[in-house]
Nanobody, 115 residues
């Protein structure tokens, strides 16, 4: 019943920035935790950043001080501001919504960082 739509991915040079957006359907968005995950070719999907319904955040060590997750409950949208991008950030980025009983995923948006 919940649909997540990511946008904002693309190709950038090292040191560049991107802002990812994830728009959610439903009327109870503000009650749930949200997160961003990524999966690079040949690797497991990993958590990048998470944000609770109350606004508390956490980040993977590899992106701390470079990425910022935020949410706009009125717009039913979660964002990931990505600065100082590195080639190792190249992956497909997925938006996640966690309810008490289910997990919802977006389709994913690709990010490529290369010279």
């Amino acid at each position: 019943q919940v649909q997540l739509v990511e946008s904002g991915g693309g190709s950038v040079q090292p040191g560049g920035s991107l802002r990812l957006s994830c728009a959610a359907s439903g009327s109870i968005f503000r009650f749930y935790a949200m997160g961003w995950y990524r999966q690079a070719p040949g690797k497991q999907r990993e958590m990048v950043a998470g944000i609770t319904s109350g606004g508390d955040t956490n980040y993977a060590d590899s992106v701390k001080d470079r990425f910022t997750i935020s949410r706009d409950n009125a717009a039913k949208t979660v964002y990931l501001q990505m600065n100082s991008l590195k080639p190792e950030d190249t992956a497909i980025y997925y938006c996640k919504l966690q309810t008490s009983g289910r997990v919802y995923w977006g389709q994913g948006t690709p990010v490529t960082v290369s010279s």
